[in-house]
């Protein structure tokens, strides 16, 4: 079955780094978009990032364009998010998210900012 794994959450200041991976199976990763979105405490999940089979399209959310980074490597099966300048309103639960047919949806990654 289709299992989506993300780490690499955690507490970081204002201004710092992260980078969330998300570790795909069951599925055939290569031929699949694949997805991060997150959703902040009273909030509704949004899209933050996407990319396409084969990493040459990406797609951002305004408010992380510049900032933040999508790509994939096909041949470890993983996704990555590579998260700079991280302000609080980043703060969020993050998701990956693979796309066949319907959505499949990872367990979620905390990330919180704050000094």
């Known amino acids: 079955q289709v299992q989506l794994v993300e780490s690499g959450g955690g507490l970081v200041q204002p201004g710092g780094s992260l980078r969330l991976s998300c570790a795909a199976s069951?599925?055939?990763?290569?031929?699949?978009?694949m997805s991060w979105y997150r959703q902040a405490p009273g909030k509704e999940r949004e899209l933050v990032a996407a990319?396409?089979?084969?990493?040459?399209?990406?797609n951002y959310a305004d408010s992380v364009k510049g900032r933040f980074t999508i790509s994939r490597d096909n041949a470890k099966n993983t996704v990555y998010l590579q998260m700079n300048s991280l302000k609080p309103e980043d703060t969020a639960v993050y998701y990956c998210?693979?796309?066949?047919?319907?959505?499949?949806w990872g367990q979620g990654t905390q990330v919180t900012v704050s000094s």
């Open positions: 998210v693979a796309r066949r047919g319907r959505d499949y």
């Open positions: 990319i396409t089979k084969v990493g040459d399209i990406t």
């Open positions: 069951g599925f055939t990763f290569s031929t699949t978009l």
